[in-house]
């Protein structure tokens, strides 16, 4: 869920980070699981949001920015509540992932990349999520959902709020 | 029906606990093992032939040896579970159905190396899977089999299991290492290689989930045991992720000795809906592609290698006679040009260029000379970069076009 | 000591030396981008290709360490194929800039391209954009589409000014480079980024534009910011007076001096050559003030000095040498001031605000020869007043006549009432610098100095380096060294021996003081040299 107020943990959360960042031998290495933390928190990552974390990891700036930009997972923009990742290489492409999210399209009415009017869906094509023996397949915020009809769709789309 | 060693529980509900898996014998030899001296340990798995199975193939126990002998100080051990290479899903099934396999197997790996703590790093999609390794981690830890003495043998380890954030490169070893220190998943320069100098700057080990979850099995029953499962090459079985147009698409767990047409037409149950199979690629997106006629060769790293593309992680992508091959590569090149990290110039510049070329071919709107332009891109880059990931995007590069060619030239205007 | 064979010919290289500087001492150019010596290895523009032994493919140079017994080809057609591929990768998304690029005439993609590259273009598809002309900072100027993304901007703000600003966002060909969002790249050594730039990518905001490169001519020399002394080349230009707003100094660049500076300089020393072309100028000798203020020749500015110099009783006259001048001023003016028996002798004038200080190069005191000064021997002799004495005695009329050089007493640290008190009641009070300051419009005679690039000469250092700095314009109007002033004085005075060039001054010098013993310029070199310093 998210919490829009401006960029700072609670201090519960805070322990939660100096406790990652002692599990290991460099507390850089628990950059990744905090700017997750900060994207499950906040909602997205904000230039914001990415300032605090150096301060929390003293490292520039712009270290923090060159991770969030590289890695897919992280949003710099806010999200809608539900993420519809759908995996568009090789074999689900061979099995119909043009046709999967041309019904998203026209069901969402947002273009691939976008989020809904409503802030309900984000629709974004991937690389392989490596569920292939399922293909055509997507991915809905943490759930994989594989051999996609256009009924299917449907039923996955109707379970979002 | 040939014996499934890393499979055999799949089928049980619960095999994710350790309850089950303790009741089908999981962890009963643990103690034995962690009496036996390292190197051992080490040789048993050399003269396994265990090779790894994430990708490179390379010979597990000789990777171990690379370990500075006499070396003080922290050595670690990272699982690579970021699987991401196209046409692959085995590493999750692992996840999800045998977490307490790949407990077991960091257990003795860990000892047989000297790590003392170990890492996961877990692809940032496979929140499932993560999250039911993770819950294994905590059982094992409250049923002593991780943690301080394990069993009271005086060996410890801690596991960390890492979330990745999405990005491909994050499988290749070194990059998964520099995104493991929290940063972007560059991969590094080799020398020095992982094993000398790696995570934190100290002795690291990484191997394949699937590679590390045979190790309990090779080491209590023995090398010849694993080594006569497979060719005289590489030992014991291997899980081939099948998908595509074949009737059942799956995991199988089989010798490496298998072919890929009994692959194909017995296993997975032939091509789907009565078809003709056109073209297959063998070991993940990055292997080279092979032709209907070139599928009578044995599913080990050599006999891959032999047929000029590689056993890789044995990702098996069958496509039949309805599929345009120049289509699948520029899906397959806007793949390669999403996921090249950027770090050095060959990769980062001439992946975009092919895909960009191979867009305008399918489209209709290619020039006569690109086939050529690519094939020469493809050739001289090959080998000159950082990672192996540009090799990787090479294979299918050259051996689409080569093999597929007319295709190609159809779809170029006079 | 490793010995290896490269294009066939045998050197040996201490042990952990990369193949690009072993080759580099038998002359052999191996091409490359990201490659630094003062950086770590990136191994990231991969242009570095060389055969190694039997290595079925070309390995990068930048990380292969020399070994004994290894054979390297720097030239096979292996090596030549790759090299123009790279070249070619490098190229493919590059704009088309480069008529109106600054960089163009010092760009390692043109010489490389004209050396390596010269393939057909194949590349028809639209190039990947990026921002362009963003400015960085006070000093750099980014063009992203021009970068390379070689790295070395970012690994010299990660590993020598450990502010870590830029960074590379993105992944695959959106790569850029960049800061991050609202910040700005800032740090005390911001524009060295600019020289290491091999690219047009970071340019500089204050030479942008101002001459074309191919109108400069270059003079080494020693930057006078601090007491570092930082190895600098000065780029001046001639052929184009009308270009750069008729400023003869074009840029001042850091020169390689591994026991100094390295490879690098600070910004306020890199931008601190500005009073030499600056409307401050002192161009004439000058005697009255104000209204009164009258140019004339040194023949008649010469004896003028002289007169007062010996119409006053030696207690009653003052001398403030500054550590700004060089080592061959200081020893002329030693000299003059034993000749005449002054004792009132000092150059320390504490500054007004302490000066900044790093662990890299910057130093606190910000002048280049207070070492020498030292050395020399300019601190007050014998029963005589230091600089601040000077001052109360000429407020108490004790003293009453006073020759400062260059320093600007107004920025001292002490009161501006006591100095203005003080210069007022003097009897007369000689100004010789290169710029008029604070108090110059008090003197009633001011002698024009040439800047430290209008002449040759030596600084020591605070390590007590003696180093060389060589002329590379002439000096404006009819300004002087600050020893050939001296030295016709001196002889007006009787002083004998005066020096005709400074490297007379210099040859006493070693011979007078201890310290400079056995240095000659030859002996000095380009690098320099420690002075004797126990
Ligand atoms: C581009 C690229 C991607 C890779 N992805 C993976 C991966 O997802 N999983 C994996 O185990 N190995 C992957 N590898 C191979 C690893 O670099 C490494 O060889 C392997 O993890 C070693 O383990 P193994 O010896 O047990 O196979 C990849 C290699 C490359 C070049
Ligand atoms: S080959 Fe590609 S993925 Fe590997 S380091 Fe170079 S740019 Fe990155
Ligand atoms: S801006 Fe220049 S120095 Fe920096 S990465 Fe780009 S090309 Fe290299
Ligand atoms: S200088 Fe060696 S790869 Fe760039």
């Known amino acids: 869920m998210s919490r829009p107020a401006a960029v700072q943990f609670t201090a519960g959360e805070l322990a939660l980070v100096r406790r990652l960042q002692a599990l290991y031998p460099d507390k850089r290495a628990a950059l990744l699981p905090v700017l997750q933390l900060v994207q499950d928190t906040f909602g997205y990552i904000s230039l914001e949001a990415e300032e605090y974390v150096a301060g929390l990891f003293d490292l520039p700036p712009a270290h923090v920015h060159e991770v969030v930009t590289f890695y897919t997972l992280f949003f710099q923009e806010p999200k809608g509540r539900h993420v519809v990742s759908v995996c568009h290489n090789l074999t689900c492409h061979l099995e119909g992932a043009p046709t999967v999210l041309a019904h998203l399209r026209m069901r969402l009415g947002v273009d691939v990349g976008a989020t809904t009017a409503d802030g309900r869906v984000t629709l974004l094509a991937v690389e392989c999520l490596c569920a292939c023996e399922m293909a055509p397949m997507l991915q809905v915020d943490d759930r994989y959902e594989g051999n996609l009809t256009p009924a299917k769709i449907d039923r996955i789309l109707e379970g979002l709020e | 029906m040939a014996e499934r060693i890393l499979t055999r529980n799949f089928h049980l509900p619960e095999s994710h606990t350790l309850r089950v898996y303790r009741e089908t014998g999981g962890y009963e030899g643990l103690s034995d093992v962690l009496a036996m001296a390292p190197a051992t340990i080490i040789e048993t798995v050399k003269r396994s032939n265990l090779r790894g199975l994430g990708g490179a193939g390379f010979p597990t126990g000789v990777k171990w040896g690379f370990i500075p002998k006499g070396h003080q100080g922290p050595v670690y051990l990272v699982i690579n579970a970021d699987e991401g290479e196209p046409g692959t899903f085995k590493d999750r099934y692992l996840l999800e159905k045998d977490p307490h396999g790949l407990i077991e197997g960091m257990i003795v790996s860990a000892h047989a190396i000297g790590s003392r703590l170990a890492f996961v790093y877990v692809r940032g999609e496979y929140v499932q899977p993560w999250r039911i390794f993770s819950r294994a981690v905590q059982e094992a830890y409250d049923a002593g089999f991780l943690g301080k003495s394990i069993l009271g043998s005086g060996v410890d380890l801690d596991v960390v299991v890492h979330r990745g954030a999405g990005a491909y490169i994050c499988g290749e070893e070194t990059g998964l290492i520099s995104s493991l220190e929290g940063k972007k998943g560059w991969p590094k320069l080799k020398p020095p290689f992982p094993a000398v100098r790696g995570a934190f700057g100290a002795p690291t080990i990484v191997n394949n989930v699937e590679t590390i979850c045979h190790v309990p099995h090779i080491v209590q029953r023995g090398a010849s045991w694993f080594a006569a499962l497979g060719t005289a090459g590489q030992g014991g079985t291997r899980m081939y992720s099948v998908s595509g147009r074949v009737a059942r698409p799956g995991v199988y767990e089989l010798p490496v000795s298998v072919t890929l047409r009994s692959l194909i037409s017995e296993h997975a149950g032939g091509i789907a809906n009565g078809r003709r199979l056109k073209a297959v690629v063998p070991g993940g997106s990055s292997a080279p592609i092979l032709t209907a006629d070139e599928i009578d060769v044995t599913m080990d790293v050599d006999g891959l290698k032999n047929a000029g593309t590689m056993a890789g992680s044995a990702g098996v992508i069958v496509m039949d006679e309805s599929v345009s091959i120049p289509e699948a590569l520029m899906i397959v090149a806007r793949f390669y040009a999403h996921e090249s990290c950027g770090q050095c110039t060959p990769c980062r510049e001439s992946t975009g260029w092919i895909y960009k070329m191979t867009r305008r071919i399918v489209e209709g709107r290619g020039r006569k000379e690109e086939l050529d332009t690519i094939l020469d891109v493809a050739r001289r880059g090959a080998g000159t970069t950082i990672c192996a990931f540009y090799d990787g995007a090479v294979g299918p590069y050259i051996s689409y076009i080569e093999k597929f060619r007319d295709e190609f030239e159809a779809l170029i205007p006079k | 000591m490793p ?358 190069l910057i130093k606190a005191d910000k002048n280049p020869n207070t070492r020498g000064a030292e050395l020399i021997g300019l601190a007050p002799r014998a029963g005589g007043l230091d600089a601040r004495g000077m001052l109360r005695a000429a407020r108490e009329r004790r003293l009453k006549g006073l020759w400062v050089f260059h320093h600007d007493l107004l920025a001292s640290a002490w009161p501006g009432s006591e100095i203005r008190e003080a210069l007022r009641a003097l009897d007369w009070f000689i100004f010789q610098g290169s710029n008029a300051n604070g108090i110059s419009p008090d003197a009633d005679v001011l002698l024009p100095s040439a800047t430290w690039v209008e002449r040759e000469g030596t600084f020591t250092n605070f390590e007590g380096r003696v180093q060389r700095f060589w002329k590379a314009v002439e000096p404006p109007g009819a300004s002087l060294s600050d020893w050939e002033i001296l030295a016709r004085i001196g002889d007006a005075l009787g002083l004998g021996a005066v020096p005709g060039r400074a490297e007379d001054s210099f040859k006493s010098l070693a011979a007078g003081v201890p310290a400079f013993a056995g240095l000659s310029y030859r002996e000095l070199g380009d690098f320099g040299k420690e002075a004797a310093t126990a």
């Open chain 3, 3 to 360: 010995k290896l064979t490269i294009d066939g010919r045998e050197v040996e290289v201490p042990a952990g030396t990369n193949l690009i500087e072993a080759a580099r001492r038998l002359g052999i150019e191996v091409p490359y981008y990201c490659y630094h010596p003062g950086l770590s290895i990136a191994g990231q523009c991969r242009l570095c290709m060389v055969d190694v032994g039997n290595s079925p493919r070309p390995q990068i140079a930048c990380n292969t360490l020399a070994a004994d017994g290894m054979v390297v080809r720097t030239e096979t057609p292996k090596v030549l194929e790759t090299r123009q591929s790279v070249m070619e990768f490098h190229l493919i998304n590059h704009p088309l800039d480069c008529p109106v690029c600054d960089q163009a005439g010092e760009c390692w993609l043109q010489i490389y391209y004209m050396k390596h590259g010269l393939y057909e273009p194949r590349m028809v598809d639209e190039k990947v954009h990026k921002p362009k002309a963003v400015p960085l900072g006070p000093h750099v100027i980014l063009d992203a589409e021009r970068c390379i993304l070689c790295s070395r901007c970012v690994r010299f703000c990660d590993e020598i000014t450990g502010t870590g600003e830029l960074g590379i966002f993105q992944r695959g060909d959106h790569s850029e480079i960049g800061l991050f969002p609202g910040k700005e790249l800032a740090n005390p050594y911001s524009a060295n980024v600019v020289d290491i730039c091999p690219v047009g990518a970071l340019t500089d905001r204050d030479f942008r534009f101002a001459v074309r490169v191919w109108y400069l001519e270059t003079a080494k020399s020693v930057c006078p910011g601090c007491s570092r002394g930082c190895n600098i080349e000065v780029h001046y230009n001639l052929r184009r007076p009308h270009h750069n707003q008729g400023h003869r100094v074009a840029r001042l660049k850091p020169r390689e001096n591994p026991e100094v500076n390295q490879w690098w300089i600070c910004d306020a020393g890199r931008y601190g050559g500005k009073f030499v072309d600056d409307a401050s100028r002192l161009l004439f000798p000058t005697r009255g003030r104000e209204n009164a203020a009258r140019e004339v020749g040194w023949d008649e500015m010469v004896p003028l000095v002289a007169a007062r110099l010996r119409d006053y009783r030696p207690d009653e006259i003052g001398v403030l040498a500054s550590p700004r001048m060089a080592n061959e001023d200081l020893f002329v003016l030693k000299r003059l001031v034993e000749h005449l028996g002054i004792a009132n002798v000092d150059f320390r004038v504490p500054p007004g605000r302490p000066g900044d200080e790093d662990r890299i």
